[in-house]
């Protein structure tokens, strides 16, 4: 009921908030999404690690989004612009990843702008036992250490295409109108109107 009469007031500015499949350990579920009326959600999972009174993922106009958004903790953050599609797939966040217009997103691609682990060795010691300590508390990454584990934005530019079964790694800019073939790794930027393809992902050539 508090959801509903929430929308109701917020109609008229064309923002929903929703809690469509939220998978969580936090209270207020509905504020962390925030949707435009307009675009379609009903196939999208969120989980939220770690509570926090703020919204983790925001839905432009005519959007059409599906897959499972994982909020790690408190900082992670997903902007998704107008008029663009995600075919389902994973988005892994203590960081930012911004997706602009008109951007096709295929199924089975995997966005992630973390390493998820520390490099270092002796900083990975606990996170096993960190891991099942929240497993066993119906509180899936809770204790996780992410302090010591790098980071970086993703950023997706207008109108680029990413192909099916692709992941694309932390700090990767990928340009405006470009394309990544499917099944490819990205870890480095692809320039604007540039066509990517393989593991790792290099420039083919240009659309224009």
Request: include cysteine; glycine fraction near 10%.
């Amino acid at each position: 009921m508090a959801l509903q009469m929430i929308n109701r007031c917020l109609k008229k500015f064309g923002i929903k908030l929703t809690k469509i499949d939220i998978d969580s350990n936090n209270e207020n579920e509905f504020n962390y999404i925030s949707s435009h009326r307009s675009s379609d959600i009903s196939n999208l999972k969120i989980n939220v690690r770690k509570k926090a009174s703020k919204v983790f993922l925001k839905i432009g106009e005519d959007s059409i989004v599906s897959g499972n958004f994982v909020f790690e903790n408190e900082n992670g953050f997903v902007s998704i612009g107008n008029e663009t599609f995600i075919g389902g797939g994973h988005f892994i966040s203590i960081d930012t990843i911004e997706i602009g217009d008109n951007v096709m997103v295929s199924w089975g691609c995997t966005f992630i702008d973390n390493n998820a682990h520390s490099l270092i060795s002796n900083d990975r010691t606990n996170d096993v036992l960190d891991w099942k300590k929240g497993l066993n508390e119906n509180k899936i990454g809770y204790y996780k250490d992410w302090s010591r584990v790098d980071h970086s934005m993703i950023t997706v530019k207008n109108n680029a295409w990413i192909g099916f079964n692709s992941i694309i790694l932390k700090g990767v800019t990928i340009g405006e109108g470009a394309i990544i073939g499917a099944g490819s790794v990205v870890t480095k930027d692809v320039p604007d109107y540039a066509i990517a393809g393989g593991n790792p992902a290099r420039i083919i050539k240009y659309t224009k």
